[in-house]
T-cell receptor, first 116, second 115 residues
Framework: DTGVSQDPRHKITKRGQNVTFRCDPISEHNRLYWYRQTLGQGPEFLTYFQNEAQLEKSRLLSDRFSAERPKGSFSTLEIQRTEQGDSAMYLC??????????????FGPGTRLTVL | DQQVKQNSPSLSVQEGRISILNCDYTNSMFDYFLWYKKYPAEGPTFLISISSIKDKNEDGRFTVFLNKSAKHLSLHIVPSQPGDSAVYFCAASMNYGGSQGNLIFGKGTKLSVKP
């Protein structure tokens, strides 16, 4: 396994369109996180899954955003009716959660979204 | 209110010298701290971490120091190399007690190591 992968790497869309991003975590990792990073900021938490269950959503995740992890493996993040303020780098990370296991999260390369 | 602060947006050091990157936090419930390095157009790469039960962790040229009473941690890179030039992010989490373990990041410090 070569790490966390994300697809696409870049997405340019027009305001009002829907977009979907995919994340494939490290195969044995049971936790998957989505973050968003804008210019000059650190990554900001959006949501996370333990296996297929979505356990937490940030207040940053408006109702236009939805995330799924249907079989506890890959995850998708969909943004409906995109706005220019959605332009950012969307990062996916995965980690192995369990007794005695610490919380190093391993990030993918990100999907850069530009909304025109 | 930012819970993790990196007050220096940038740092420039000479190759071979020590780089010291600083990070402050406000939430005393944080019990696990991490440093990530990020190159342009790439995701953050995990560098080193420390649990709140320790005050120092070392991995090769990288050492992280934690001062819980001051709510301060620092990353030391010795000796610095030009390839270390990147943005460094400090992150904190609550690792136990049923928390979700999501990371709270600082804004980053851009390190430039000059040959």
């Amino acid at each position: 396994d070569t790490g966390v992968s994300q697809d696409p790497r870049h997405k340019i869309t027009k305001r009002g369109q829907n977009v979907t991003f995919r994340c494939d975590p490290i195969s044995e990792h049971n936790r998957l996180y989505w973050y968003r990073q804008t210019l000059g900021q650190g990554p900001e938490f959006l949501t996370y899954f333990q296996n297929e269950a979505q356990l937490e959503k940030s207040r940053l995740l408006s109702d236009r955003f939805s995330a799924e992890r249907p079989k506890g493996s890959f995850s998708t993040l969909e943004i409906q009716r995109t706005e220019q303020g959605d332009s950012a780098m969307y990062l996916c990370a995965s980690s192995l959660r369990g007794a005695g296991v610490t919380n190093e999260q391993f990030f993918g390369p990100g999907t850069r979204l530009t909304v025109l | 209110d930012q819970q993790v602060k990196q007050n220096s947006p940038s740092l420039s050091v000479q190759e071979g010298r020590i780089s010291i990157l600083n990070c402050d936090y406000t939430n005393s419930m944080f019990d696990y701290f991490l440093w990530y390095k990020k190159y342009p157009a790439e995701g953050p790469t995990f560098l080193i971490s420390i649990s709140s039960i320790k005050d120092k962790n070392e991995d090769g040229r990288f050492t992280v120091f934690l001062n819980k009473s001051a709510k301060h941690l620092s990353l030391h890179i010795v000796p610095s190399q030009p390839g270390d030039s990147a943005v460094y992010f400090c992150a904190a989490s609550m690792n136990y007690g049923g928390s979700q373990g999501n990371l709270i990041f600082g804004k980053g410090t851009k390190l430039s190591v000059k040959p």
